[in-house]
C-alpha cells in the first residue's frame, strides 16, 4: 500500500523531473475517503512527456534516479519511484486502443494538497465513469465497493456531473447501467 507521505513523495520526484500528468486512478477514491494508504500504485494520465513517442525520456529518468523502469498492460511506462525504502509504482497512460480519458475529465481536474504536495486529480465522479466505461471485472467490483460508501453516505457523488462525463462515451448507456447497478447513482 502507498501511504500519503509516500505519496506525495513520488508526486515530488515526478513533478520535480519535469513530468506532468493528473491522477485518474483509484488514489482518487482513496483521497476522497480520508484512507491513510492510498493503493497499490499510482495510475495517472500522462500530459507530458508523450508516452509514446518520447518514452525513452522515462526510460532515462528512471535510469538516472535508480528507480525501476516497465510497461503497464497498455504498453506505456510505469516507474517504480523509490521513496526511502519504499517503490511507489507509478502507471502511465494515454489515450490508446480502448483506454479514453475525454478532454473534458481532464479540463475538470482540481488541484488538491496532499501531505504538502498540490497534485492535480480527475474528479470523483469522473473516476467512476472511467472505471464503469472499461467494463473490466475488477473495476466493476471496485464500483460496488465504492457503492457501498455511496450508500453509507461516506462519499457524496454529484449526478449531474457523471451524466455529463458518460456522455463523453459512445456507450454513455451502459456507462449509466453499469453505475446504477453499483448503486452509485
Not at 49 to 73: C, H, M, N, S
Request: aromatic letters at 8%.
Amino acid at each position: 500500500m502507498v501511504s500519503k507521505q509516500e505519496f506525495a513523495a513520488a508526486v515530488r520526484a515526478l513533478l520535480d523531473a519535469d513530468f506532468k500528468f493528473t491522477v485518474i486512478g483509484g488514489t482518487v477514491v482513496e483521497l476522497a475517503l480520508g484512507s491513510k494508504d492510498l493503493g497499490d500504485d499510482i495510475d495517472v494520465f500522462a500530459e507530458s512527456p508523450d508516452v509514446l513517442g518520447e518514452e525513452d525520456i522515462y526510460r532515462a529518468v528512471a535510469e538516472e534516479k535508480g528507480w525501476e523502469y516497465g510497461q503497464t498492460w497498455l504498453g506505456t511506462p510505469r516507474i517504480g519511484v523509490r521513496v526511502n525504502s519504499a517503490i511507489v509504482p507509478v502507471e502511465f497512460y494515454d489515450n490508446l486502443y480502448d483506454f479514453y480519458v475525454p478532454p473534458l475529465v481532464l479540463e475538470r481536474a482540481h488541484r488538491v494538497n496532499v501531505a504538502g504536495v498540490r497534485v492535480r486529480l480527475v474528479l470523483l465522479e469522473d473516476h467512476l465513469v472511467l472505471k464503469a466505461n472499461s467494463g473490466r471485472q475488477s473495476d466493476l467490483e471496485r464500483l460496488k465497493e465504492v457503492g457501498k460508501y455511496v450508500k453509507r453516505g461516506r462519499l457524496k457523488v454529484d449526478r449531474d456531473k457523471i451524466f455529463e462525463a458518460a456522455s463523453e462515451f459512445d456507450d454513455t448507456e451502459v456507462i449509466i447501467r453499469r453505475l446504477k447497478d453499483a448503486g452509485i447513482i
